[in-house]
């Protein structure tokens, strides 16, 4: 089991990748409008200012862990005969409609969502 320090170094790691595939994908904006949230501070993972809210209307979380064995299996299933971009939608019981792409294809819809 990873220690405290370990888990929180994790999930910082984390929040500064997702941080930095923004910031290029969007370079209008500036490092001070999206930031990594302190890690143990309650709220949003990724910190947006107003300015990044108008491009990137979103709450972001971020999660980190050891395993996700089921969702990445879930997407295998998904590319096995794939044409175009795989998609997993799952909800568990009596809960929404989720769906799962990958990070750089989600990315990628919200630059042309914007144009």
């Given amino acids: 089991m990873a220690t405290t320090a370990s888990a ?4 910082r790691l ?3 990748e997702i941080r930095d595939r923004l910031l290029k994908a969007f370079p209008e904006l500036h490092p001070d409008d999206i930031k990594s949230q302190i ?3 309650n709220g949003e993972d990724i910190v947006l200012s107003p300015r990044a809210r108008e491009v990137l209307p979103l709450s972001i979380e971020v999660k ?3 395993d996700f064995k089921t969702l990445y299996a879930y997407m295998r299933q ?3 005969d794939r044409i175009f971009e795989p998609i997993v939608f799952l909800r568990g019981d009596r809960q929404e409609w989720l769906s799962i792409c990958k990070a750089d294809y989600f990315v990628e819809l919200l630059k042309w969502k914007k144009k």
């Fill in 64 to 66: 980190r862990r050891k």
């Fill in 8 to 11: 929180k170094a994790k999930g």
């Fill in 78 to 80: 998904a590319e096995q």
């Fill in 39 to 41: 890690m143990g501070v």
């Fill in 14 to 16: 984390g929040q500064q």
